[in-house]
């Protein structure tokens, strides 16, 4: 699954990649300080949708409400953010400025832990783990309503 240019942070496309259950490999453990102050640990048994951003990008900021939406109707599932490349202001005025609710995480050391699976390759990104803690699924770039509808459900039907 590895590319040369895995570890180069690109404008993404909003490419879905969907592995099949035997092709997974293993998410780091997510938990640390979040934008809130909080410190916050996801549960590894769950599945989460986990979206790395900046205030700074258009994207971003485009694809915020619909995340923000699917938190909030899919509330068996774990939503969270992982900041990067940003300053703590810009973010917090980010999270304030689209109401979001879910945790967003402060430290993108975070990320290294995805090395041998699907790592975030693109601002944003957006990883799907599935309920047994391994990345199923990466949407580099926006992601749209269809499509995370459409990743997201394939997810929570595995077995």
Do not use: H
């Amino acid at each position: 699954m590895s590319t040369p240019n895995e570890n180069a942070f690109i404008s993404g496309s909003g490419i879905a990649t969907y592995l099949d259950e035997s092709d997974r490999g293993p998410a780091p453990k997510i938990s640390g300080q979040t934008l809130t102050q909080d410190f916050v640990s996801l549960d590894s048994k769950k599945v989460s949708v986990i979206n790395v951003w900046a205030s700074w990008c258009a994207p971003c900021r485009a694809e915020a409400p619909v995340l923000q939406e699917f938190s909030i109707n899919y509330p068996e599932v774990q939503f969270a953010g992982i900041l990067t490349r940003d300053n703590i202001s810009s973010a917090q005025a980010f999270y304030e400025s689209f109401n979001l609710t879910y945790p967003t995480f402060t430290d993108d050391s975070l990320l290294l832990g995805f090395g041998g699976s699907l790592i975030p390759n693109a601002i944003p990104t957006t990883l799907i783990i599935d309920k047994q803690g391994r990345v199923a699924v990466r949407i580099s770039g926006e992601v749209t309503v269809a499509g995370l509808k459409k990743m997201l459900e394939k997810v929570l039907s595995d077995d």
